[in-house]
C-alpha cells in the first residue's frame, strides 16, 4: 500500500517487417508505457508512421468536430458495433456533407436573426416617440436628432445655442426629437454642436417609411419566420444526431485507435531493417505480455526484461538489471543486423523514470483523490493514501460527532458515488462515505443527534445507565474538563501524525541515501519533535505549566493540582511524566537540534516548528466546540435551554416536551435559570419561525461542517503531515492500448 506496483523495463526488438505486427499485439495486450527514442544512439532514427497515419487523424478531425456541432456525447451510443474502413468512407461523408450543409443553414439564419434582433432594439425608442419614421429625415432646411435624455435639458442647450431658428420638440418618456433650422450663416452642424455637454444619446433613424409601431411589427413578423426555420434546422440536426450518434462514437474510437498504432513507430528507434521499443509494464505481467508477443510474430522479434525498478541505499531510484547480457547485444533482425546499446549489453534508451501505479486496496483507492489533488506520488517516495483513510475520516468525524449529519454526509457521499461516472465523483462520494460514517461513530460515542443529546438520555443513561456517554462536547460549565481534554487529545493526535511523517521520511532518506542522510534531515526532527513534548508533559518546571495537563488523565489525585483544580476526565492515572525523563526529553531536543544544525544549518531557524506544528492540531478541538455550539444555538433558538444546578454542577437541558419554570425539579436538580423560553413553546405564529430556524439552522452546520471540519482535516493532512516526507511529481501510468467502449472487434 505504501509503495506503488512493481514496474520493469522491457525492450522489444526486432525485423522491421513485423513491426506493424509487433504494434497490434502490443496495443492488444495494453501494458506497455511507452518510453519516446530520444535519438541518442548512432545510427538510429525515431521510426516513421505507419501509411494511413495523416489521413486517420483528419477522419478523426472530422468526426469530432461533427460530434462538437450536434453535441454529442457518451449517452447517446447505442450498442458496440464493428466500424469498417468502406463505412468510414461512405457513410461518414454522407453525415459530414449533410451535417455541414445543416450548420450553413443555421449560421445563415441566426446572422439575419441577429440582424433582426438588433433593429428591433434600435427602433423601439422611434415607436416610443409615435412619429413616422419617414418624417425624421430627408429635409433641406431642418436639421433633426433623435435620441434618448431628459427634454429640459435637451431644450436649454437648444434654446442657447446660436445659430438656430426655429426650434421644436418632441418627447415621449425619454425619447426625444428635435427638429431645428439653422440660420443661414450657421455651421453645418450646429444642432450637433447644441448638444455636446448635454446628457443626451443620438440614435441612427431606420431607413424605413410609416409608423415606426408597423416597421417594428414588419420586423417582428420576420424574426418569428426565422425562429420558425432555425427550429426546423435544430430539429433536422437532432434527426441527425439521433441516426448518427452511435456511428459517429464508435467512429471516433475506431479512428483514434487507427491513429495511436500507425503513430506508434514515431517512440521507436529503427533502422533500415530493425526497430527496439521500450517502455515500463507491471512485473508481475512481463511473462503473460512476452507470451502474447511471443506467440503474434514468433522468433522475429525477442521480449526481453531489461531493468526493474526497485529502492535501495545507493540513490534515489536505482533500475536493477535483470538481464544477462553482456555483450551480446538483444537481437539479430532479419538480414543479419545486430540490435545493442553502444558499448554491447542491455538495450537501453533513456534512464527514465517509472511511471507509478498506485497499490492500494479497494477500500482506500477513493483517497487517492485527496492525494492526486497535491500531485501523484513519485515512483520512489511513499503514497500516503492509506494514511490519509485513517485519519482524514477520525479527524473530520471527531469534530463534528453527531449521528444525524454522519447519517446525511453518509447519503451525500452514497449519492455523489452511485449517481455520477466520474471516477472523481465516485472518489469524492467514497470519501464523504467515510467521514459520514465515522461522524456517525463519535456521534454515538457523543451521544448527539443534531445537537440534541436523544442518544445519550435514552441510550447511555437510559439503556446501559451510564451517569453521562463517554465523551462529551464540552460546552456545560458542567463538562469543560472534556473541552480541556479535547485540547490536549488534539495535540496528542498530531504528535502521533507528525511521527508518522517524519518516519517516513527516515526510511525515504535511509534507502536513497545513508543512515547519516536520515539522521541529520529526519532523526534529528524526531528527536526534538518527542523530546520537546515529553518535557512539556513532565514534571519539570511544573510551575510554568497549565494544570490541566496533569489532571484531565489523573484520577489518583496525585497530580500538582492548582487553584482551580479540573476533576480528572479520564482516570487513566497519568499525572506527567517524572522530572527525570522530562530532562531526558530536553536532552533528546537539544541533541536533535544539534544534529540539524550540523546536517540541514539552513533548517535550523525552523526548529520551534516541532512546537508550533504540533499546536496547529488544536483546530481540531476549537473546530469541534464551534461546531458544537453553533448546533446548540440553533436548538436553543427553537426548544429553548433551561439550566440544572449552579457553577461548575450547571448543566443545560433543552425543552423538547415542555419548559419548566425557576424552582422546578428537572433531571434530578433544581431549575434554576431558564436561557431561552423557545420558540416552539411561544405560540403558534413563532413556530413557523422556529421551524424555518430549525431547518436553515441546522443546513447551515450541515454545510460549514464541509468547510471548516474538512477543510481543516485536509489542512491538517496538506500542511503539516504531506510537509514532513512528500514531494510528489509522479509519472502516470499510460499504456500503448484502448479500453473499447463503443466498438467491437467480433
Known sequence: MLRPERMSKVSVTGSKGVMDDVVEAVHDCNLLHVTEYDGSWEGFEPGNPIDGAEEASEKLVTVRSIESILDVDGEDAGPTRIVTDDALEEELEGIRERVNELEDRRDEIRTELGSIEEKISSAEPFATLGIDLDLLSGYDTLDVVVGEGKREAVERAVVDADGLGAVEIFAEESVVAIFARPADAA?????????????????EVPDAEGSPEEYVADLEHRQQQLESKLRTVEDELDEVKLDAAGFLLAAEEKLSIDVQKREAPLSFATTDNAFVAEGWIPTEEYTGFAAAITDAVGDHVEVEEIERAAFKSDGSEVHED??????EGAAAADGGEEIRADGG??????????????????????????????????????????????TFPAFFGFMIGDLGYGALYTLIGYFLYSKFDSDAFKSMGGVTIFAGLFTMLFGILYGEIFGLHLISTYFWEGALGMAHPPMEKGLSPAGKSYALTWLVVSILMGIAHLNVGYVFDFVENLEHHDVKHALYESGSWILMLNGLWVWIFSLSAVSYKPGFLFTIFDGSGAAPEGAEAIHATYALGFNGFPELVGLAGLAAFVIGLVLLAVGEPIEIIEFLNVLVNALS?????????????????????????????????????????????????????EVTEIMFGGLVHSGPAMLIVGLLVLVLGHALVLALGVTSAGLQAVRLEYVEFFGKFYQGGGREYEPFGYERTYTTED
Do not use: Q
Not at 447644441?194 to 444619446?201: K, P, R
Not at 538495450?347 to 497535491?374: C, H, Q, Y
Open 617 to 669: 492540531y488544536t483546530r481540531i478541538a476549537a473546530v469541534l466546540l464551534a461546531k458544537a455550539g453553533m448546533a446548540f444555538t440553533v436548538n436553543l433558538l427553537f426548544f429553548g435551554v433551561y439550566v440544572t444546578g449552579e457553577g461548575s454542577e450547571a448543566a443545560f437541558h433543552f425543552g423538547l416536551g415542555h419548559m419548566p419554570h425557576v424552582g422546578d425539579m428537572a433531571h434530578g436538580h
Open 187 to 203: 455651421d453645418e452642424d450646429v444642432l450637433t454642436d447644441a448638444l455636446v455637454g448635454v446628457d443626451f444619446t443620438a440614435l
Open 322 to 327: 535483470v538481464t544477462a547480457g553482456s555483450g
Open 345 to 390: 549489453g542491455s538495450v537501453v534508451m533513456r534512464d527514465d523514470s517509472p511511471p507509478v501505479i498506485a497499490n492500494n486496496p479497494g477500500v482506500v483507492k477513493p483517497f487517492e483523490v485527496l492525494t492526486e489533488a497535491v500531485s501523484r506520488p513519485k515512483y520512489d517516495e511513499f503514497d500516503p493514501t492509506v494514511v490519509l483513510f485513517l
